[in-house]
């Protein structure tokens, strides 16, 4: 069974920073495209970021690009998200998940971790 730990959000002032990590145990990680995606409270979930299976190609929602980076480390099956710039409009709860290869922006796993929080103040 896969298992996905976020770890690394935080109440944090608007324009800081953030990394974000997310350890996956239960499946050939490197196998796998990976994504973050968030959600707030009252609002649907969505799509931040994703990586390719060997990191060369990443894909970003608009709302994050040229603030977000995100990277994996496929010897240590994590996958990271640095977060730059943050905004109010950031606050969600954030969860990784594989993502289809195709169309990055959809999880490929049925099962979720329990997040990690990020609030950001104004």
């Known amino acids: 069974q896969v298992q996905l730990v976020e770890s690394g959000g935080g109440l944090v002032q608007a324009g800081g920073s953030l990394r974000l990590s997310c350890a996956v145990s239960?499946?050939?990680?490197?196998?796998?495209?990976m994504g973050w995606f968030r959600q707030a409270p009252g609002k649907d979930r969505e799509f931040v970021a994703a990586?390719?299976?060997?990191?060369?190609?990443?894909n970003y929602g608009d709302s994050v690009k040229g603030r977000f980076t995100i990277s994996r480390d496929n010897a240590k099956n994590t996958v990271y998200l640095q977060m730059n710039s943050l905004k109010p409009e950031d606050t969600a709860v954030y969860y990784c998940?594989?993502?289809?290869?195709?169309?990055?922006?959809?999880?490929?796993?049925?099962?979720w971790g329990q997040g990690t929080q990020v609030t950001v103040s104004s």
């Open positions: 990586i390719s299976r060997s990191g060369g190609s990443t």
């Open positions: 239960g499946r050939t990680f490197s196998s796998y495209a």
């Open positions: 998940n594989a993502v289809n290869p195709v169309v990055v922006t959809t999880p490929l796993w049925s099962y």
